[in-house]
């Protein structure tokens, strides 16, 4: 077995976990992994400002500002009031402050991003625990 029949096994195992993860995730955890692949995607981007590597770069911050894009245009703001609004101004915040971190190689601002998005992340874990709670259901993890 050759080591880029590897790599291709190992990505084709990663995207059939990830496809069975998202099918039976609640929106909870959909929410949840998109965080987690945000944070992912920056730590990344970092990784490949630090090895130099431009074009990967250019591809791990282009996927996380697609996943904030994403999380930014699902946000309900008839139903979810100022919380909406509020972090509709945190991923718009956050949008520019990854910009600015891609075109600067900035860590800073990469670290400040991740310290934006953490608590966030876990809040949504935690809402999930807190909602299944009342529903008289058991927290299931998502692999």
């Known amino acids: 077995m050759t080591y880029g029949y590897m790599r291709n ?3 084709l195992y990663q995207d ?3 496809r069975g993860s998202v099918e039976g995730a609640d929106r ?5 992994m998109l965080f987690d692949g945000a944070i992912d995607r920056i730590n990344q981007a970092r990784g490949a400002i630090r090895r130099g590597d431009v074009p990967a770069k250019g591809m791990h911050f282009s996927r996380a500002h697609a996943i904030i894009s994403e999380l930014r245009g699902s946000l309900d703001h008839a139903q979810g009031g100022p919380l909406a609004s509020r972090l509709d101004a945190l991923y718009d915040y956050v949008s520019r402050r990854l910009l600015h971190a891609q075109l600067n190689n900035d860590e800073r601002a990469i670290d400040e991003v991740v310290d934006l998005l953490t608590p966030v992340r876990d809040g949504w874990r935690q809402i999930r625990d807190q909602f299944l709670a009342t529903q008289g259901a058991k927290p299931t ?3």
């Not at 909870?28 to 949840?32: D, G, M």
């Open 9 to 11: 096994a190992s990505a």
């Open 16 to 18: 059939t976990s990830a």
């Open 28 to 32: 909870h955890q959909l929410t949840s």
């Open 141 to 143: 993890a998502v692999a």
